[in-house]
């Protein structure tokens, strides 16, 4: 059974820290992984998605990292805004030979001090 | 077509209702999910379509939960004799289907925060 466990649950910085979520999974064969921000009583905005040949992805102010081997996924964020506070939820699709289920992190939130 | 829909986005019931939430996926996509979040939980499955056919149901899945997507467009989640412990963001999410099948994101909607008195 695949477990995502996400490290540290929450995760207060002033504004301009740079600053990296952790993410960890049990089950390696996986084919992707994605990241998800949420803001309080909203749903789920894609971050980044990384395919599991990949290892990192980058988007903007955001780079996500994926090794397979260790079931281990980072995603950094540079230069962090007020504007950033949220949670971030990592998921991966549940064991090898289904990718239409995801196993989500219980997340780690996040506040940038102004 | 700007993402996934869903309606309502609060519904507030008494114990004992049945209700009836509904999601409009991206319009190409023929993959469909639930899911339900909890507070300070990451979303768990619920069900997922591909089309119109009910391929995979999570054991959470009780039998007073029931999920359609007729024509392989809209879906529909409804909850019968709700409990307080329903109470619960529940989540949908869309993928293309398109070979090949593993290498897609998930999109999901805006959520239904459902409260049962």
């Known amino acids: 059974k695949q477990e995502v466990t996400q490290i540290p649950a929450a995760l207060s910085v002033p504004e301009g820290e740079n600053l990296v979520l952790n993410c960890s999974f049990t089950?390696?064969?996986?084919?992707?992984l994605q990241w998800f921000r949420q803001d309080p009583g909203k749903g789920l905005t894609s971050l980044l998605l990384?395919?599991?040949?990949?290892r990192e992805q980058t988007s903007g102010r955001l780079n996500a990292s994926l090794d397979k081997s260790s079931g281990r996924s980072t995603l950094y964020i540079a230069a962090s805004q007020p504007g950033d506070s949220a949670t971030y939820l990592c998921?991966?699709?549940?064991?090898?030979?289904?990718?239409?289920?995801?196993?989500f992190g219980s997340g780690t939130q996040l506040t940038v001090l102004p | 077509d700007t993402g996934v829909s869903q309606d309502p986005r609060h519904k507030i019931t008494k114990r004992g209702q049945n209700v009836t939430f509904r999601c409009d996926p991206i319009?190409?996509?023929?993959?469909l999910y639930w899911y339900r979040q909890t507070l300070g939980q990451g979303p768990e499955f619920l069900t997922y379509?591909?089309?119109?056919?009910?391929?995979?149901k999570s054991r959470l899945l009780s039998d007073r939960f029931s999920a359609e997507r007729p024509k392989g467009s809209f879906s529909t989640l409804e909850i019968q004799r709700t409990e307080q412990g329903d109470s619960a963001m529940y989540l949908c999410?869309?993928?293309?289907?398109?070979?090949?099948?593993f290498g897609y994101g998930y999109t999901f909607g805006s959520g239904t925060r459902l409260t049962v008195v």
């Open positions: 999410a869309s993928s293309p289907g398109d070979r090949p099948p």
């Open positions: 319009s190409e996509h023929n993959r």
């Open positions: 990384i395919q599991s040949s990949q």
């Open positions: 089950d390696s064969a996986i084919y992707n």
């Open positions: 379509f591909q089309n119109e056919a009910q391929l995979e």
């Open positions: 998921a991966v699709p549940i064991s090898s030979g289904s990718a239409r289920q995801l196993t």
